[in-house]
């Protein structure tokens, strides 16, 4: 069947790229909004963690990466499904890439506007924090209400621990929980932005050992309906159900746990792309 691709006949698709386990925050939500839309994964696991490492290492490593599993799946729309690399790298993809690449915004300005306390919480990795990216972001879509910055690189590894099987405890979130909550302003925190794709898989915890109740808000909803917006735009027409996944990884998953991460998907494991 032709799907206005202009291309061959196999059926849309999308590449979803993270260091990690956070591209299926991001995957449950374009399953949900688009099921019939053949998603594949692409994880740097050869360069994880993203958050901890320079702009300089990080940028070229994006962009090579990424071309690699686009060309090795034959993806139709790459989602940047990470909020370090969206932050630093989406120029730099939009340029070598003949498709269209979405990527990961913070979720300030619906933060902004659901905040009834006026103070918003963004919790991400070093590296999102820090990025002038994020800042002019704030200063754009937060009118003007206070937020406070919170890394949170051990949220990574806890996520993919969750993953893996493990549990997650009130005593493994609590240095996380008191540099919300217990620092100037934390108190008034009632919404706080999810900006790492990673955390989301960590938000039931989150709600159930925070002290008080706030919103954790993700950006996973509205990346699903930049995806639905682009398929429209290619006239990209969807098949009655999705495809096979296919699951690429930079670096060998010897033990397995990237496979066992992502089986909700039922992906194809393929070789390393480098
Ligand atoms: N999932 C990634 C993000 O959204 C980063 C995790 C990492 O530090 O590798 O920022």
Redesign the pocket.
Known sequence: MPNGSGHSNKAPSALIF???V?AISIAREVRRQIPALTLHFGVDNGF?????KSEEALRPRIVEQASAMMAATGADILVV??????TLALPQLREVLPQPVVG?VPAIKPAAQETESGVIALI??E??VNRRYTRELIEQFANGHRVINVPA?EL?RLAEAKLRGERITATDLDPVLRRIFHTAGGDRVDTAVL????FPLLREELDRFAPRQIRWLDSGPAIARRVQWWLDELHLVLPERAEASQLLSSAADSDGQIALAFAEFSPAPRLPVS
């Open positions: 993270d260091s990690g956070g994880y963690p993203y958050g901890t499904g990470c909020n370090t690399a969206s990961v991400a990795t590296g999102t690189p990574v900006a790492c794709t990673h």
